[in-house]
């Protein structure tokens, strides 16, 4: 009845995470996320008041329990062994992290990577590299689309797309040197890089502009969400 589907509507998180905006910014390693987000944050005063920045949770994966475990150099050290399991932390952590966040009030809120690129570039990267398994990935995606469809604050109103060549981002990581990535190739980096564009710029090719905006639509396989077809924007920087 009507009744029902006010009373429903009423009790939508998704309806109230409506009166603030929230976007991820994306993009290959290295490529500058954090640092975009920090200029924003820092940039003005009015600025600040407007956006929240949410950081990703590197830090709760390079320090994990009285132990100080490290799940990321776990991983790059033993990615066959530790793949799922660092896939399964990494979107525990999302989650943490989006809770956390999720009772600001500033209209704006601005979150490095998401749920959706941990599936459409990392574990697709890691499972075609047989470094996570048949039935690894049977079992992430056994839980990735019900989990996500019960927290509408996972699902962000748009991405920005932070965009620089493969090249790029190697010579930028090699230059921040941060500990676990030593033996990251540019190859790897090449297969995120092909894996973000097929992601968000599906029917895109060739050059573009220093920064665009465009609406190409989003290709998520069988993952669901069409509510967040159609809004994608990327920034392009010095290649
Ligand atoms: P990024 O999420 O790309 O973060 P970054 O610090 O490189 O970003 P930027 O320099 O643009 O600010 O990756 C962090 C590390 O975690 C990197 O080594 C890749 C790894 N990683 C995975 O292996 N799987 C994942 O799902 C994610 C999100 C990261």
């Not at 390079?62 to 530790?82: C, K, M, T, V, W």
């Not at 930028?172 to 890089?193: F, I, N, P, T």
Request: glycine letters at 6%; one cysteine or more; charged letters at 25%.
């Amino acid at each position: 009845s009507v009744d029902d589907e006010l009373k429903d509507s009423g009790s939508d998180p998704s309806l109230n995470a409506k009166k603030r905006l929230t976007f991820c910014v994306e993009g290959n390693i290295s490529v500058g996320k954090s640092t975009f987000l920090q200029r924003i944050a820092n940039e003005t005063i009015e600025l600040r008041d407007l956006v929240e920045i949410v950081p990703e949770p590197v830090a709760k994966w390079q320090d994990i329990g009285p132990d100080h475990f490290n799940i990321l150099d776990a991983f790059y050290s033993e990615p066959q062994r530790y793949a799922y399991t660092f896939q399964n932390y990494v979107f525990v952590t999302r989650l943490m992290q989006e809770k956390e966040s999720a009772s600001g009030v500033k209209p704006l809120r601005l979150m490095e990577r998401s749920v959706f690129s941990d599936r459409m570039v990392f574990v697709r990267a890691v499972h075609e590299a047989k470094w996570m398994s048949e039935m690894e990935i049977s079992i992430y995606d056994s839980w990735f689309d019900p989990v996500v469809s019960a927290l509408p604050g996972l699902v962000p109103d748009g991405f920005i797309y932070l965009r620089a060549s493969p090249d790029t981002c190697h010579k930028r990581m090699m230059l921040r040197k941060r500990a676990e990535e030593g033996g990251v190739s540019l190859k790897y980096l090449q297969d995120l890089h092909e894996k973000h564009e097929s992601w968000l710029l599906p029917f895109e090719s060739g050059d573009h502009g220093v920064l665009s905006v465009s609406k190409p639509s989003l290709h998520m396989d069988n993952t669901l969400h069409p509510d967040i077809k159609d809004r994608v924007f990327y920034l392009e920087g010095n290649h």
